[in-house]
C-alpha cells in the first residue's frame, strides 16, 4: 500500500513543504523549489497551486515567491499542545548564548534529518549562518546530526551509513568512514564537534537532549568562528552544553511522565 499513487503524491507534497519550511523567510520561486525537490517544474507548480486552494501554502503576488501558507500555521498551533517542546528549551537556548557570547540553537529530531527550532545570538559579534530557524540536515551533518546520530544504537547507525551516500552533496569529509570516526569521538566526548565541515570557519558542537525512552530526540548547538571553538574552550563549551542537555532532558521527561 505505501508504494500506491496516493502515496507517491503525498510524498511529493511533503517535500514541497518540507522545502518550503528551509526558505519561508524570503519565499522561493517555484523553478527553485523544483530544483530543491527534484520535481519537474510543471509537477511543482500543479502541486503549489493546489496547496495554495487549500491555504497550505500562499503566493507574493509582486514578487511570485512561494511561501507556507496560513493554514499550516493554524493547524501546527493545534498539533503545537502535543509536539511543541520549544518552550522548555528556550531557557537553555538564553542561557547558553549568553554565558558563552555564541549562537545556540535547539534542533529535533524528524526521521532522518535535524531540523532547526530555536536560535538566539549571544554577544560576540561575528556569526556563523550555517543554522537558523527551520534549517534541515540529514544525520551525520552539522555537530546537531552528528550528535544525534552518534547516540542511537549501533543498529540503527550501522543502517542508516549503509543506505545513505552524504558525500554526493557534503564531500568526502562525510564519507561512511569518517563519520563513524566522528561517532566514535562524540561518544568519548559526550558532545559533537563539526570543525568546519559544512561551511569553512564555522565551527559547530552539539550535546543530545533524549527522550522518555532514552533514545536522542533534540539536541543542543553552540556555534561560531573557528577562533572561538579552540582545543583549549572546547572542553568548557562541552561542559556547558551537556549541563543543559541534562537539565533539559530531566524537564522534558519529567514533564511528560507526569501527563
Same mark, same amino acid.
Given at each position: ?19 518550503? !519550511?528551509? %526558505? @519561508? ?30 491555504? +497550505? ?5 509582486? %514578487?511570485? @515567491? ?11 498551533? %493545534? ?20 554565558? =558563552?557570547?555564541?549562537?545556540? +540553537? +535547539? ?35 552539522? !555537530? ?49 564537534? @563539526? ?6 570557519? !564555522? ?17 543542543? =548547538?553552540? =556555534?561560531?568562528?573557528? !577562533?572561538? +571553538? ?19 532532558? #530531566?524537564?522534558?521527561?519529567? =514533564?511528560? #511522565?507526569?501527563?
Amino acid at each position: 500500500m505505501s508504494d500506491g499513487p496516493n502515496a507517491h503524491l503525498v510524498g511529493k507534497i511533503g517535500a514541497v513543504l518540507r522545502a518550503l !519550511s528551509t %526558505t @519561508n523567510a524570503a519565499g522561493t520561486t517555484t523553478t527553485e523549489l523544483a530544483r530543491e525537490t527534484g520535481l519537474p517544474r510543471p509537477t511543482a507548480h500543479r502541486l503549489l497551486s493546489s496547496l495554495a486552494e487549500e491555504g +497550505f501554502v500562499d503566493r507574493d503576488l509582486h %514578487t511570485g @515567491n512561494w511561501f507556507l501558507g496560513p493554514e499550516l500555521y493554524l493547524l501546527g498551533q %493545534t498539533a503545537g499542545s502535543r509536539y511543541d517542546v520549544t518552550h522548555h528549551a528556550r531557557d537553555s537556548v538564553h542561557r547558553l548564548a549568553a554565558k =558563552t557570547g555564541e549562537s545556540a +540553537f +535547539f534542533s529535533a529530531l524528524r526521521g532522518q534529518e535535524t531540523v532547526c527550532l530555536l536560535r538566539e545570538d549571544g554577544d560576540f559579534p561575528i556569526r556563523s549562518f550555517v543554522l537558523y530557524e527551520g534549517a534541515r540536515f540529514p544525520l551525520g551533518v552539522v !555537530s546537531a546530526g552528528l550528535v544525534l546520530l552518534a547516540f542511537q544504537n549501533d543498529a540503527d547507525i550501522n543502517s542508516y551509513l549503509d543506505d545513505t551516500d552524504l558525500t554526493a552533496r557534503w564531500g568526502q569529509d562525510h564519507s561512511r568512514e569518517a563519520i563513524r570516526t566522528r561517532v566514535d569521538r562524540t561518544r568519548r566526548l559526550g558532545y559533537a564537534v @563539526n570543525p568546519g565541515l559544512v561551511v569553512e570557519g !564555522s565551527w559547530g558542537m552539539a550535546a543530545a537532549v533524549f527522550d522518555h525512552t532514552g533514545k536522542p530526540a533534540w539536541a543542543l =548547538t553552540l =556555534t561560531g568562528i573557528e !577562533s572561538r +571553538f579552540t582545543p583549549a574552550r572546547q572542553p568548557e563549551l562541552g561542559a556547558l552544553l551537556l549541563h543543559e542537555a541534562h537539565v533539559l532532558t #530531566r524537564h522534558l521527561t519529567g =514533564t511528560r #511522565r507526569d501527563r
